[in-house]
């Protein structure tokens, strides 16, 4: 059996904190006077005293740190504990949605997905459109320290090989995990002002700039509006692309920099260099696309192109066009880039760029084992040579996540969603860009029309997703609860 | 530099052949008194003519065997030269086809692909009807022999896990390639006469019973009627059944069988068992939704299910009802069975269910690893522990498989082809299937009406399937060519 107290009492905990943060909508209810603040107070309520309540209940189970399984359990655990409770305000709310609207637009924030079942988002409470955000840029950090800290001790989907990295090349200036954890949170909150800041300069309103910044930088793709950056012109598009594209590159680069450790590594990382090079590849073919179909040579197609091709790669899943509009090229451009996604240690998801190389070096040394059957052929990353470890690790990682489009994109259609819902909703769900495609769950549709069947189904594929899928199934398998 | 002679020998004498068979439907074309026979006269000419001078050019490099590369050079030159003579029937003949149509059409059937660009199929000569059938056929005993022989040797997309297979647990009995080649045939053979004789018995012509048994057995799926098999009754799909699922099992089995063998190795192999757990889990799950859609609980809907079912897994592509009209589920689900696929060494292609064994081998392997990071977790096929060699050409093929049919669906859809269309198509000619999704290709449409590039891009599509996706990654990597 699994001692769960320890498990227990740091979920309790973060609930708790949770529940703190639930203080700023209330603020921002009460400066607005839209009445609607007393919400807030008793979420903020319920889910401190709850939380409380669970870690005093597990304290006397403590210990000095948490085994392998435990920390497995904490890390699936919290990612359904934080919804719950961060649903609250919504079905408590004047939005008065189902608890499972609730909990689906709550998974999707904590998720960074960024998926909406929400109408009329600009009429909302200030103080709601502040938790989506503030729920996306929790969800955004608490996945990066995931991603740095605790993934690559776990070796879940080859996120292993970026363990050396940020304990060795880090080794004597950072020690500790909680150091590089509070490293990235300095990062983390310095782009987001500046995100901010940079918002309000190109023309937002302060509450836009704030909100849009946390919801950037979380590559998490919530919007004040129901039109997303269709709302916004050509000053906040430019800005989004750009904070988008830092918080798709690995966090560990800023901390080096910031460290100490200069630009170099972050100009040398391969996975960087590989991400642009993608990015500005389908945005030269977009632009291209989009010129001939519609606006011919003009900044706003230009625009449109590297607006939406950086909002899917990273998968923040913002939009400033109606893409489905766009032609047959687009849709299932737009389908395939989703399942790429940005740098690993980012706040983006789906399968990453690393992984990608991985594979491809590893096919590549396979394809000169086939023709050079008496030739050693190793595949290397950033010139050096992965471990067998590592490489199933990745593989595992990619037939699981496309095993899961399949499993998830067939139990979607069971609910009665027509084939490029079914399979968009599911890519989109589990790699957490947010749109799908399609009329329904489109760029200019949302999840609202879905049944609750459906919303379940979705919502649990973005914590599959969030949770780089083997960290999920690693917990489902009977052996993990054995002995 | 690679020594080409030996290599345009073998094709030089396997073109003069395709010619010699073309002598079949000029004699069916006769026996019908279409007038047609001509055209299989000329073709046969050229073919045998064109086929025989390149033997003989090249007949001064023959040497005792062929190289690695020289024998991946062969393998996919072969499935190139074939179709382009293939076609000429085509082209020259009554229906007048363009090059582009022939070739789509002759490639679609030498890879056993089954798409076609013809209708008012009824109304075609004899001559065409047989010609289409014995190409089918031919591809897929082809098929066999490289899969058993070729493919293991060359360790492409973990057949080499076959090798030992065939080549030591019949290695008494069989010691030589062309000894397993032989008794392939002779397999191939009676069971496609069986297939004709079953087919006759439940009321098919003969002339029907013949060519449909052809491609069934070579799981080929095309047939004498624009309607597929919704031109028989109930009689011809149990047959059907039957023959698609015994054609998608491992002619090694059987070889051992007729070789004294026994049955044992064929009860005993596991890829049978889960390929028929799937076949029962799919036909069930389809039927209950058939029923609960349209007919309730009746014969020709579990008829339908079961049909279209088998016909789409075993790569076949026959279709008996428009499950286009079955509504979403059914959909998606033929979507994805059909990238499951029947058992390697048999004629059916897609990802094979080994591969999927192997993969799921792994992850658990990978997921045992997680949770308890000291211990050694080995992936087993068979009980059998899986050498890291084998796993990482499989994971290749997978990888390499899935991004093909990205690519292979941009590139379709940059030629106007929606969503679906683009997406199904890419995956039906890369599996070898035959019909995609979607109103223009699913199991009610056909080709005909797409672009010439569109066909092109398809026709490649299905060369590149058929040989393992990796087979032609090598041959166009540079490495190859240089050396
Ligand atoms: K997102
Ligand atoms: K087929």
Redesign the interface.
């Known amino acids: 059996m699994i001692d769960a107290r320890p498990v227990g009492y740091v979920i309790g905990l973060l609930v708790a904190a949770l529940g703190v943060t639930m203080f700023a909508p209330l603020l921002a209810d009460l400066m607005a006077g839209n009445g609607h603040w007393p919400v807030f107070l008793e979420s903020a309520i319920l889910t401190i005293l709850v939380g409380g309540l669970v870690a005093l209940a597990c304290q006397n189970g403590v210990s000095a740190g948490l085994s392998?399984?435990q920390t497995?359990l904490l890390t699936t655990l919290v990612w359904l504990a934080l919804p719950l409770f961060g649903s609250l305000p919504f079905v408590l709310g004047g939005t008065n949605l189902t608890f499972t609207d609730g909990f689906f637009e709550a998974m999707s924030g904590l998720t960074t997905t960024g998926a909406t079942v929400l109408t009329g988002i600009e009429g909302l409470p200030e103080g709601l459109k502040l938790w989506r955000a503030i729920m996306q840029w929790l969800g955004g950090i608490g996945i990066i320290v995931v991603a740095m800290v605790f993934l690559p001790e776990?070796?879940?989907g080859g996120m292993q090989i970026f363990r050396s990295e940020a304990f060795d090349t880090m080794g004597k200036i950072l020690p500790r995990a909680a150091e590089i954890a509070s490293r990235i949170s300095v990062v983390y909150v310095a782009i987001t002002l500046a995100c901010a800041v940079c918002y309000s300069i190109v023309g937002m309103n302060s509450f836009d700039a704030i909100t849009h910044a946390m919801t950037t930088v979380a590559t998490g793709g919530m919007a004040n509006y129901d039109a997303s950056f269709g709302a916004f012109g050509a000053g906040p598009h430019y800005v989004a692309v750009v904070f988008m594209l830092l918080a798709a590159l690995p966090f560990v680069r800023y901390v080096q920099l910031i460290s100490g450790g200069g630009a170099v590594p972050l100009l040398r990382d391969s996975q960087i260099r590989v991400f642009f090079v993608l990015i500005f590849t389908v945005t030269l073919l977009m632009t291209l696309w989009v010129w001939r179909t519609f606006h011919g040579f003009s900044e706003a197609g230009f625009r449109e192109a590297l607006f939406n091709v950086t909002s899917i790669m990273t998968g923040t899943g913002y939009a400033n066009a109606d893409y489905m509009q766009w032609?047959?090229?687009a849709?299932?451009?737009f389908?395939?880039i989703g399942?790429i996604g940005g740098c690993a240690g980012s706040t983006a998801c789906s399968v990453k760029v690393f992984r990608y190389q991985l594979?491809f070096a590893?096919?590549?040394?396979?394809?000169?084992?086939?023709?050079?059957?008496h030739g050693m052929f190793t595949p290397r990353y950033e010139g050096r040579p992965v471990s067998?470890?590592v490489?199933?690790?990745v593989?595992?990682f990619?037939?699981?996540f496309?095993v899961s489009v399949?499993v998830v994109?067939?139990a979607?259609?069971?609910t009665?969603?027509?084939?490029?819902t079914?399979?968009s909703g599911a890519a989109t769900a589990l790699a957490n860009v947010g749109p799908g495609?399609g009329p329904e769950i489109g760029p200019a549709g949302n999840f609202a029309g879905l049944s609750d069947t459906a919303k379940w189904i979705l919502a649990i594929a973005m914590l599959v997703g969030r949770l780089e899928i083997?960290a999920v199934?690693?917990i489902l398998?009977w052996?993990?609860w054995r002995a």
Do not use: C, W, Y
Not at 362 to 373: D, E, G, L, M, V
Not at 416 to 420: M, N, Q
């Open positions: 392998i399984r497995f776990l070796k879940v032609g047959p090229f849709v299932v451009m389908f395939f399942l594979l590893s096919i590549k040394a396979q394809i000169r084992r086939i023709h050079s059957p067998e470890d490489l199933n690790s593989m595992a990619f037939v699981a496309m399949g994109g067939v979607l259609a069971l009665g969603l027509d084939f490029i079914a399979i495609l083997m199934l690693t398998s052996q993990f």
